[in-house]
């Protein structure tokens, strides 16, 4: 059967398109959702389902069961896609072992997302994997990936978790659960190494042209299409990772299969925010090297950009020596490209509008004081104008004062009152972020069946510049907690 779309809604409202599908089919594998035994809703995003223009009384109606691959919407084209990656530095290939892309929504607003299914079963691609997902890791990513659309940040977006009715067997027993999530599109900077590891231009060059059209399409008529298109993945790259480092997220495991070609966050495993400031805060259980550090993250981005660099080789000149000068030339721009979206973002968290040279120090200059006293990075820039809030040894010490001394001439050298500068602090610094201690209370309520508490917290975190009522949300858990804290991969 060959992928047919169907432009006008089905009776869910789903209209699904199947694009990626037409590509050479060794880029994907026909794959069908695992039939569980009984499953039920946990979680579902009406404010996601309504701008995608779905049908919910019609979904609730049928006891939700696309959201569990029970029933396949009738224009769906169920298939894992498949991809390879660099996993801390091994490559390997890979694939959709536990996702199936059920096609290409398009929405009223004529946006094309694609809506997977995560832990629906086995596919071709799933190694000795069973294919399944647990609550806690499912529960988790919607409420990390709803959070990061909260505060601004490219995301993948969570519109449902179901139970399955099934045990899944990980370290302990734990309630089986799908996912339904929805991303501009699962092209990871992985697929385009798988294209390449096969060895066949024409698929590299398919996959490349159909990324730069679904994606960049503003490049379309570009002289040198592959060129332009490894320097906007690069610019889309530095650009996310830079608003990660503004709110203090860590990803965790930014393996080149967990890169969206994109540059929207994906792949929520073992992520976390940092609550003191520290930049080699690692809270993943595997990460034992450090590799993905809160502060190596910019540093890595840049390590699987060159890998994507290096998958593009034989579409960026015929000859490999040019190919290497031209990729490394479009590499080279990665850092300054990087620097500049930080230093923006930095200056907006300080209140400034406009640009002086020493801007870069002024802020390096805070975070190196945030380290030494331990301070709550959050917190510590949303106070920053309130010294009464902040942490006490940072008050306190001489260094700090001569820092407040020079932003407060910074601030007065700009054409804004103070507080017009308070106001773009407010509108830059969150006051609620997913708060490790936070986080694993609400996912301990919720696997005793209990989401009351994960209800009220992503409430909270849908308007993270204001202040919510319940004062538990404003702070991290105190001393001791994050030491001890540990995320864990694809469980
Ligand atoms: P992740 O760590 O979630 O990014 O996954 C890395 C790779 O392992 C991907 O190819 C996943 O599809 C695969 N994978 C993770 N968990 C499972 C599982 N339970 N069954 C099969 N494949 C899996
Ligand atoms: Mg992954």
Redesign the pocket.
């Known amino acids: 059967m060959n992928p047919s779309s169907n432009l006008t809604p089905d009776k869910y409202g789903f209209c699904f398109d199947h694009s990626y599908s037409k590509l050479p089919e060794v880029l994907f594998s026909r794959a069908n959702p695992k039939q569980f035994n009984n499953p039920s809703l946990v979680i579902f995003n009406a404010p996601l389902a309504k701008t995608l223009g779905l049908n919910t009384p019609a979904i609730k109606a049928s006891g939700w069961a696309c959201f569990s691959g029970q029933e396949i919407p009738a224009a769906a084209y169920p298939i894992a896609q498949a991809?390879a990656?660099h996993?801390f530095g091994g490559f390997n290939n890979?694939?959709?072992?536990?996702?199936i892309l059920l096609g290409e929504h398009i929405s009223p607003n004529a946006t094309r997302v694609d809506v997977q299914l995560k832990?629906s079963g086995?596919?071709p691609?799933?190694?000795?994997?069973?294919?399944?997902?647990g609550l806690g890791p499912m529960l988790r990513e919607y409420l990390m990936s709803e959070a990061m659309q909260a505060l601004g940040v490219p995301t993948t977006r969570s519109l449902a978790v179901m139970l399955t009715g099934e045990v899944?067997y990980r370290a302990q027993p734990q309630s089986g659960a799908l996912l339904t999530r929805v991303a501009a599109s699962h092209i990871r900077v992985g697929t385009f190494q798988y294209a390449s590891a096969i060895n066949q231009v024409d698929v590299l060059k398919a996959l490349a042209e159909y990324t730069i059209s679904r994606h960049y399409s503003n490049i379309k008529n570009n002289p040198s299409p592959y060129v332009a298109l490894l320097d906007a993945v690069i610019d889309s790259q530095a650009s996310l990772i830079a608003k990660w480092m503004q709110f203090g997220f860590i990803h965790g495991?930014m393996?080149t299969?967990?890169m969206s070609i994109v540059g929207e966050t994906i792949?929520y495993?073992p992520c976390a925010f940092l609550n003191a400031y520290s930049p080699n805060t690692v809270f993943s259980s595997i990460d034992q090297n450090g590799r993905y550090a809160f502060g190596n993250q910019p540093k890595m981005g840049e390590w699987n950009l060159t890998r994507f660099a290096e998958s593009l080789l034989p579409l960026l000149a015929e000859n490999r020596e040019d190919a290497i000068r031209i990729a490394t030339d479009s590499l080279n721009a990665y850092q300054t490209k990087y620097r500049d979206y930080w230093l923006d973002a930095m200056r907006k968290k300080l209140g400034l509008v406009n640009a002086e040279p020493s801007d870069l120090t002024l802020a390096e200059d805070l975070l190196m004081l945030m380290v030494k006293h331990q301070a709550d990075f959050t917190n510590t820039f949303r106070q920053l104008n309130t010294t009464s809030q902040l942490e006490k040894s940072l008050v306190s010490d001489v260094s700090f004062q001569h820092w407040q001394k020079l932003w407060k001439e910074r601030l007065s050298r700009q054409p804004l009152s103070m507080e017009q500068s308070v106001a773009l602090m407010h509108a830059n610094n969150p006051q609620v972020i997913p708060r490790n201690h936070l986080v694993e209370e609400v996912l301990e309520f919720a696997a005793q069946g209990n989401m009351a508490s994960f209800h009220a917290f992503i409430e909270v975190l849908q308007t993270p510049y204001s202040k919510p009522i319940n004062e538990k949300y404003l702070s991290g858990a105190g001393a001791g907690f994050d030491e001890s804290y540990q995320t864990f991969?694809?469980?």
Do not use: E
Request: glycine fraction near 26%; charge should be negative.
């Open positions: 991809y990656g996993q890979l694939g959709d072992g536990r996702a832990g086995p596919t691609y799933s190694r000795s994997g069973d294919g399944l997902a899944v495991v393996n299969d967990n792949d495993g991969c694809g469980t």
